[in-house]
């Protein structure tokens, strides 16, 4: 038997390529060959599923967090590809909860780290977008790239959530000259406009530090500006899926920049030829640290078992924890690693997770061979 494993990263225990491992460990001795593949769908764990898989380095520059405090922040690179995750500089997790607020975070930091990918001769980008800390639709990162914005009397404002509602010129005269050469991939896994009841404001800022007040007007920011920005290139991008994505950064990647706004499931699994390898493959074990009612939006495990299903292949999955809300229609089976009651702390060490996942994983192969 020939076994698959491409299961998702335990959040705080196991990265994919550890829970691969510690699957494959429990599993070879009763099988003929067993392939782990590193897997992720665009958040957590993405940048290291990418790279190591097309055996990118690693650059470390200084940048800034979201309040404009500097830091340092990792991007890979390959020839003339570049790998960015946005939450490096720009993300939720660099703030403590009391600093948070989307009327001055802004996404400069990320500017910052594509500006200097592209002055080291990189061209094609793929950028993850999850966990953004910003509510100011890319503005940030298009000052970083040389756009700047004004307001009515023609003064240059800062950018960031809170003057989106002032702006109303913009202009691109100082942007990198680079920029016109480079094509975007952008890993978007939410399908919100950029405004409105189902907008960035109103469905993300509350988790960013947004009172109810800070969200209206945060929306009617970011309805200023895609007014201005719709004068500015002359298309409307704001009602497309994915342009309310990070705080609208969705939207500024399509309008200045011309990105491709994609699942960052579809763009990894394009990069590590996952098709090919489940049709080479007798069992698929996937999984993640929690298989719940999200498992199938878009997540590694769902989107593994629809690819598994396609070309009628046993798949099973495995997880920390089994939801009752978790739809397992697609899976030859579903199993939590557990087999005894511990601690939610005791369960993410890693040693225990691992010995967890191989001791479940030589089960399931002992019933189906």
Do not use: W
């Amino acid at each position: 038997m020939k076994v698959l494993v491409a299961i998702d990263s335990f959040k705080g225990s196991l990265t994919s390529i550890e829970a691969g491992n510690a699957v494959k460990s429990g599993i070879s001795s009763l099988c003929d060959e067993v392939d782990v593949i590193g897997i992720a769908d665009g958040g957590e764990g993405s940048l290291d599923t990418i790279a190591n898989f097309l055996g990118a380095n690693f650059d470390e520059i200084l940048t800034f967090d979201p309040l404009f405090r500097q830091i340092k922040a990792n991007y890979a690179y390959k020839d003339d590809l570049a790998i960015l995750e946005m939450s490096q500089s720009s993300g939720l997790n660099l703030l403590k909860i009391d600093e948070r607020n989307p009327y001055i975070t802004s996404t400069y930091g990320l500017g910052i780290m594509i500006k200097d990918a592209i002055l080291k001769g990189r061209r094609n980008f793929i950028i993850g977008i999850g966990g953004s800390a910003t509510n100011d639709a890319g503005t940030g990162m298009l000052e970083a790239l040389g756009f700047s914005f004004f307001d009515k009397n023609d003064n240059l404002i800062k950018a960031n959530g809170q003057n989106l509602i002032k702006i109303s010129k913009i202009s691109d005269k100082n942007t990198l000259k680079e920029l016109k050469e480079c094509k975007f991939k952008i890993a978007c896994d939410v399908n919100n406009p950029l405004y409105g009841k189902n907008g960035a404001a109103y469905v993300y800022a509350a988790q960013k530090g947004a009172s109810n007040d800070m969200i209206k007007n945060l929306d009617l920011g970011l309805i200023n500006f895609s007014k201005v920005v719709h004068k500015f290139i002359g298309i409307d991008n704001s009602s497309i899926s994915g342009s309310g994505a990070a705080g609208g950064l969705g939207f500024g990647f399509m309008s200045f920049l011309n990105a491709e706004l994609l699942r960052g499931f579809e763009i990894i699994s394009k990069i590590i030829n996952l098709e090919e390898k489940i049709k080479n493959a007798d069992l698929i074990i996937t999984g993640e640290g929690k298989l719940d009612a999200q498992s199938s939006m878009g997540k590694v495990p769902s989107e593994v078992a629809k690819l598994a299903k396609k070309h009628s292949k046993k798949v099973v999955a495995l997880g920390g924890a089994v939801d009752e809300g978790f739809d397992d229609e697609l899976f030859n089976g579903a199993f939590c690693i557990l087999d005894s009651p511990i601690s939610l702390e005791e369960a993410m060490k890693k040693e225990i997770a691992k010995a967890n996942l191989a001791k479940i994983s030589r089960q399931i192969l002992k019933l189906l061979k």
